[in-house]
């Protein structure tokens, strides 16, 4: 009999969050999901969907509490997680330049959920991310964290936010691959989202289609014929990105 396989995604409020969790459970995982928001009917229709499979966590990851509590809740269901998602994120301001007045508070909100947050849930949860077969942590990160292809005169906080979560990325990359930990960093695509606050009409793919990339570039990186041995940043499509 094959040995469950557990996943736990963050910022699965709605969005490219919420589409992972569907297509991890179609997959045959079974998912512990984070929200920051109360459950509402799609939540709700989702467990009745995959009954016994899905479990909902609260969870704030730039609270260490919250962390800490959304842990002590995994641990009391399995002792192992063989997927870490970090997909939670906020945007920030995105107009002003160097030669505006910068929000400098507002700037420390989102390192607080983009970097910070993500290293938080990392830390916490690498025990049983190691401990399990697949051993992978995802970091849904951003072209716009790309220095190399770096075309903005603003978006300080989400731009550098998601350089710092690709050099955090490398680092974790350093430290579990000798001993068979994984580590993917993937841009989503311009996704369909609410991270403006509104809907993003605008993008070019749906959450589902975004995730659905996104979980063909884990099935291939879990894959026993998998060859690569270092960390890259790529795109939805496996297009590798610049640093």
């Known amino acids: 009999m094959e040995q469950q396989r557990w996943a736990l995604v963050s910022g699965t409020d709605r969005g490219l969050g919420l589409a992972l969790v569907k297509g991890l459970l179609e997959r045959g995982y079974r998912v512990f999901a984070g929200l920051l928001q109360e459950k509402d009917g799609t ?34 269901v399995t002792g192992s997680l063989d997927i870490l998602i970090n997909n939670a994120a906020i945007l920030g301001e995105t107009d002003a330049t160097v030669e505006d007045e910068l929000d400098f508070s507002e700037m420390e909100r989102v390192f607080q959920v983009n970097t910070l947050g993500s290293l938080r849930m990392s830390n916490r949860f690498v025990p049983l991310v190691m401990n399990s077969r697949d051993r992978l942590i995802l970091n849904i990160s951003s072209e716009a964290g790309s220095i190399g292809d770096c075309w903005r005169n603003g978006w300080y906080a989400y731009c550098m936010s998601k350089a710092a979560l690709n050099m955090q990325s490398k680092l974790i990359h350093n430290q579990l691959a000798p001993k068979g930990g994984r580590v993917m960093v993937v841009h ?17 793919l749906t959450p589902d289609e975004s995730a659905g990339h996104i979980l063909g570039l884990v099935d291939k990186r879990l894959s026993p014929d998998y060859s690569g041995e270092n960390i890259v940043l790529v795109d939805y499509s496996g297009q590798e990105l610049p640093w």
């Open 188 to 204: 989503p695509g311009h996704v369909r989202t609410f991270m403006r606050g509104e809907l993003d009409t605008a993008g070019r």
């Open 43 to 76: 939540h709700e229709e989702l467990e009745r969907n995959f009954a016994g499979r899905l479990r909902f966590l609260q969870l704030d990851i730039t609270s260490a509490d919250s962390v800490e509590q959304a842990c002590q809740a995994v641990r009391e």
